[in-house]
């Protein structure tokens, strides 16, 4: 299985909801990410997991709130959004944070915030 | 991480190679070129990475000049398939992979 799922594909807020996206793998992989992309922009990285504890947040506001419950598993609760946090956001996996080997990405979520 | 400039757009007759340059005259000596892509809507793909040896696998070749400061990947045969945004990035140690603007690539009938 050389899969990461993210769930849902869609998801359609107001700025007073709060939300989860979901992240899984069942590679072993050990370092998880969050990217956040806009249309027609790169993606930017905005947290890394490395063994399950936060080890690089891109100065992400606190209305984003990353979770990883086990190695397999990246959540991302989202509460109070705006609508210019209106982007596909991406989930990848890789070994070790720290490897040279490739990044595993998911097919990503797409917010839309109302 | 080390910058890279791509050109921002390339075509490729189907068929044909497809030549994607890179440029990232800052690389450090332990810092690796990574080739990504994103077909339109999907989450990017690797294709391929070295750090100072060419290298080829089954989607592409990679070549890196001498003094590393540059790179090429090669579609041998591009397909409609492989329209996609190209992304060159370098990155080494603690692995905080950033993407540049990348080269957008279409592959013509």
């Known amino acids: 299985d050389t899969e990461v799922t993210q769930t849902p594909k869609h998801l359609v807020m107001g700025m007073t909801n709060k939300k989860s996206l979901k992240c899984e793998q069942h590679?072993?992989?050990?370092?998880m990410y969050w990217y956040k992309q806009k249309a027609k922009k790169p993606p930017e990285l905005m947290f890394v997991?490395?063994?399950?504890?936060?080890?690089i947040n891109e100065s992400v506001p606190s209305r984003f709130s990353p979770e990883c419950p086990n190695s397999s598993l990246l959540n991302l609760h989202l509460h109070a959004l705006q609508p210019e946090d209106s982007a596909l956001y991406l989930c990848a996996s890789s070994r070790e944070a720290w490897d040279t080997g490739e990044l595993f990405f998911g097919e990503g979520s797409r917010l839309t915030v109302l | 991480d080390a910058k890279t400039t791509q050109p921002p757009s390339m075509d490729c007759a189907e068929g044909r190679a497809a030549n994607l340059p890179c440029n990232h005259s800052?690389?450090?000596?332990?810092?690796?070129v990574y080739w990504y892509r994103q077909i339109h809507s999907q989450g990017p793909q690797y294709i391929i990475h070295g750090l100072k040896n060419n290298e080829t696998n089954e989607m592409a070749s990679l070549i890196i000049t001498e003094d590393r400061k540059s790179s090429t990947l090669i579609l041998p045969h591009a397909t409609l398939r492989d329209t996609a945004v190209y992304y060159c990035?370098?990155?080494?140690?603690?692995?905080?992979?950033?993407f540049g603007t990348g080269t957008k690539l279409q592959v013509i009938p």
């Open positions: 800052t690389i450090s000596g332990n810092e690796y």
């Open positions: 990035i370098v990155s080494g140690g603690y692995q905080k992979v950033t």
């Open positions: 590679m072993g992989h050990r370092a």
């Open positions: 997991y490395s063994y399950e504890k936060l080890s």
